[in-house]
């Protein structure tokens, strides 16, 4: 017995590896607002995770500023609490999220942490995947061109300004214009979403006020669209690297169900203050501004992020990844140097206007500034039908009504394209949490096209053509079913919708 233990020992002491591992440690040379300055770590990684090892626990951070002799570092919690001399330890890994389908129907931060005090988001020993928060966008070759609509439930949008799976679509306009009005419906409509099929919605608020992200959850969750999304909140509260790290998040998470073969949807609200919290974060880690007092990479920052925005062909599973960010501007400034970049950055803008919100006229989309550049290759049949008709009628009827505004009398025909333009303008106004499924749209936009409207007051418009469509659900659902299911509008429909809506008016007049 001793023998074979004497034997083991032996045997252990054989085989010991006298292999020396040196294990680098940095030091905090200095810190402020959230910013480390750390020695000794010249072998870190950008964006590689380090753990500050305070007083008061493991506090996390990320390297930022790659120099010589020292490193900046973002703290990404209380920075309060780090003080000089701590020790830094760094972890090898690169920034990166747990991802899964439970984070559906969580409030997460951009690290991943649940926010909603619903406990952890995963089960102990289920399996750990993790994504890196900064990834190469897919190449050509993985992807497909964009051929399928992602409706927004929007009547100016969907009809004029059409988004399809994969695009990135910008929303651009001055504060308090409805901007993100636009996208909560947008999100609330995939759930109305039934010819195709419904798309993960990930909403990504950055530096909002804590009390406006609870009650934008509280939207969702009262229309029931929290089944099928996620909210990333980095609130105003928060440090500016949380705001900065935010859309990374909401993109990893969204390229996560992409792989999965899904079709994702991911807001950024609003990258202008993703950008202000950039330019601080290279300001105080004395990076040397540029224009505007960005840092000089910051297009790249966002043509980084905006780039991951994909259609994956089928050998890469089909999947997709929608990127609707959106641009705060100052006083309708769109040549500032954010708007700009973005701008040039994405698939088309939808321009919203203070003069059209404020006279009422709600979306206040500005129809002649915005535009799809791959939008109308994904649009349903029957709505191309429909719209190219409206966006002509309404390009006439802007020309047409300020030259009106100076001719004392005009003749029948102008007339008439003028009213036929208000009675349009006033069609495809839309009240807040009111999205509309493309069907509907089509038949309402349909009837204002077709002057089934020009006989009446045109302030009246909007309400008749919703008593329209009440109309023909009780008495011709089978219409709008025709066109959900076949996409078009066949001689055959389009005779059945005259019908429809000819006895709506008769019965309307008696
Ligand atoms: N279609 C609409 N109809 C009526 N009111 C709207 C509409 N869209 C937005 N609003 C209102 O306008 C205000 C600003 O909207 P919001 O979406 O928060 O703007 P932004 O995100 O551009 O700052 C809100 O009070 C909202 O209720
Ligand atoms: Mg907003």
């Known amino acids: 017995m001793p023998d074979s233990i004497i034997d083991t020992l032996k045997k252990e002491i054989e085989g010991f590896d006298r292999e020396i591992r040196s294990e680098k440690i940095g030091k905090v040379l200095e810190v ?27 506090i996390k951070g990320i390297a930022f500023n790659l120099e010589e002799d020292n490193i900046g570092a973002i703290i990404l919690g209380d920075y309060l609490k780090v003080k000089e001399g701590d020790v830094v330890r760094p972890t090898g890994r690169v920034l990166s999220l747990r991802v899964g389908d439970e984070l559906i129907g969580r409030v997460v931060n951009a690290l991943g942490e649940p926010q909603d005090g619903k406990g952890p988001i ?45 695009q990135r679509e910008l929303i651009i306009g001055d504060r308090q214009i409805g901007k993100s009005s636009i996208v909560i419906d947008a999100i609330i409509n995939q759930g109305k979403e039934t010819r195709y099929s419904r ?60 792989h999965q073969g899904k079709d994702a949807l991911v807001i950024y609200d609003d990258l202008s203050k993703q950008a202000w919290a950039y330019r601080e974060m290279a300001l105080l880690s004395r990076r040397p501004p540029g224009r505007e007092a960005y840092p000089g990479d910051i297009f790249y920052v966002h043509s980084r992020l905006l780039e991951r925005a994909a259609r994956l062909n089928k050998e890469n599973g089909g999947g997709s990844l929608t990127a609707i960010p959106i641009i705060e501007t100052q006083l309708g400034d769109v040549s500032a140097y954010i708007p700009t970049n973005v701008i040039s950055i994405t698939d088309g803008q939808i321009y919203l206007e203070p ?41 006439q009827f802007r020309e047409l009504a300020a030259f009106a505004q100076f001719a004392s009398d005009l003749d029948e025909g102008t007339k008439k394209r003028i009213q036929r333009g208000k009675i349009l303008s006033q069609v495809l106004k839309q009240g807040e949490l009111q999205p509309m499924p493309f069907e509907r749209q089509v038949a309402a936009i349909f009837a204002a096209t077709n002057g089934y409207f020009d006989d009446i007051d045109s302030e009246k418009a909007l309400e008749i053509s919703y008593q329209m469509l009440g109309y023909m659900d009780k008495m011709h659902q089978g219409v709008f079913a025709e066109i959900l299911k076949s996409g078009e509008i066949s001689k055959e429909t389009e005779e059945k919708l005259k019908r429809a809506i000819s006895e709506f008016k008769d019965s309307n007049h008696e």
């Not at 992807?143 to 399928?148: D, G, H, I, L, Y």
């Not at 009422?360 to 535009?371: D, E, F, I, K």
């Open 199 to 258: 798309p993960i919605c990930i909403y990504v608020a950055i530096g909002q006020k804590e009390s406006k992200v609870a009650k934008i959850v509280d939207t969702l969750t009262k229309a029931g669209a929290m089944e099928y999304t996620v909210v990333v909140s980095a609130p105003s509260s928060s440090p500016s690297s949380l705001w900065f790290l935010a859309p990374y998040a909401g993109c990893t998470i969204g390229e996560y169900f992409m």
């Open 32 to 58: 402020g607002d959230g910013i480390a300055r750390v020695s000794g770590l010249s072998g870190a990684a950008s964006q590689e995770m380090l753990d500050f090892e305070t007083s008061n626990g493991v």
């Open 122 to 166: 995963f089960k102990s020993g289920a399996a750990e995947v993790f994504y890196p928060v900064d990834r190469i966008a897919p190449g050509v070759t993985a992807r497909e061109s964009v051929n399928t609509p992602l409706h927004t439930g929007i009547k100016a949008i969907d009809s004029m300004i059409p988004i399809g799976r994969g």
């Open 355 to 395: 003069e059209l919100f404020n006279q009422g006229m709600r979306p206040a989309v500005n129809v002649g500034l915005s535009v799809s550049r791959v939008g109308s290759a994904a649009q349903t049949k029957a709505m191309k039908k429909v719209a190219g008709k409206l966006r002509l009628e309404l390009a």
